[in-house]
T-cell receptor, first 114, second 113 residues
């Protein structure tokens, strides 16, 4: 299994540009999520999905859109990039084990907005 | 709302020293608790977990005990190695919240030979 894959690994955007961060998993996990990591703030949840066709907002959803047309893929779209969106973005998928969920993270996308 | 607080880093230790990274949480109900580790340039990996009070999670020589009375989940290792240098994140998943994780700010550990 490849696990959780993310592309691209690095990206530089100009303010106002749009782009899509790709995320795919081959573990047949129903639950997928996007986090952003900023220095001194840990990881914060942007959007999540409990299955194909179902998405919901996390803690910091503004400026981002998601969709989930298949179990495997969960792309994150930046509509109009802003410098405040400079961050490292992690996609994760979850396996339910008993009473909790174990999350598997992708390698991340480092995004710089100038 | 629910939250996680970790001790601030960076933490610098000599090889074979004892490690403690403090983590406390605020949550309603009975959350699951996790420690994740992030090595330089990589994503997060689950290190250990505990799903109920008094559970002890352990992996690769690291341990943490779910203490409901003190709302804590401190990470410990008896003898650290240079290869343990990484950023460590404490996190919780609240009951009935699916896989949503709430993270602490992370603690950077640097182990010197």
């Amino acid at each position: 299994n490849a696990g959780v894959t993310q592309t691209p690994k690095f990206q530089v955007l100009k303010t106002g540009q749009s782009m899509t961060l790709q995320c795919a998993q081959d573990m047949n996990h129903e639950y997928m999520s996007w986090y952003r990591q900023d220095p001194g703030m840990g990881l914060r949840l942007i959007h999540y999905s409990v299955g194909a066709g179902i998405t919901d907002q996390g803690e910091v959803p503004n400026g981002y859109n998601v969709s989930r047309s298949t179990t495997e893929d969960f792309p994150l779209r930046l509509l109009s990039a802003a410098p405040s969106q400079t961050s490292v973005y992690f996609c994760a998928s979850s396996l339910e084990t008993g009473s909790t969920y174990e999350q598997y993270f992708g390698p991340g996308t480092r995004l710089t907005v100038t | 709302g629910d939250s996680v607080t970790q001790m601030e880093g960076p933490v610098t230790l000599s090889e074979e020293a004892f490690l403690t990274i403090n983590c406390t949480y605020t949550a309603t109900g009975y959350p699951s608790l996790f420690w994740y580790v992030q090595y330089p340039g990589e994503g997060l990996q689950l290190l250990l977990k505990a799903t109920k009070a008094d559970d002890k999670g352990s992996n690769k020589g690291f341990e943490a005990t779910y203490r409901k009375e003190t709302t804590s989940f401190h990470l410990e290792k008896g003898s650290v190695q240079v290869s343990d240098s990484a950023v460590y994140f404490c996190a919780l998943s609240a009951a009935n919240q699916g896989g949503k994780l709430i993270f602490g700010q992370g603690t950077e550990l640097s182990v010197k030979p």
